[in-house]
């Protein structure tokens, strides 16, 4: 149950920060682009979920709720693309 608690500190962080961004645009009179903090947006949640997701998962996987089974399609053909186009920069190294 950690997982959740923890999601509250991140969006407070998150929340605060904006608050200091939005302070500097002020003091400043300058504007960052809508496009930027979008992007800076999503590469936050994808890194904050990332770095969290083991909290959720490790625990599921260690109860025996997580198999080595069915796998969804969309997530199949997803990792064979990205191992398809690695592979020429791994055999490159």
């Given at each position: 149950m950690?997982?959740?608690?923890?999601?509250?500190?991140?969006?407070?962080?998150?929340?605060?920060v904006a608050y200091l961004v939005r302070l500097a645009?002020?003091?400043t009179g300058t504007q960052v682009p809508v496009?930027?903090?979008?992007w800076i947006g999503y590469v936050w949640v994808t890194g904050w979920f990332s770095m969290t997701q083991w909290i959720w998962?490790?625990?599921a996987v260690r109860a025996?709720?997580?198999?080595?089974?069915w796998h969804s399609p969309l997530a199949l053909a997803i990792s064979r693309?990205?191992?398809?186009?690695a592979e020429p920069w791994l055999k490159f190294q």
């Open positions: 950690i997982f959740f608690p923890i999601q509250a500190v991140a969006i407070t962080f998150e929340m605060f645009e002020g003091a496009r930027m903090k979008r998962i490790e625990p025996g709720f997580v198999e080595d089974g693309a990205i191992k398809e186009r």
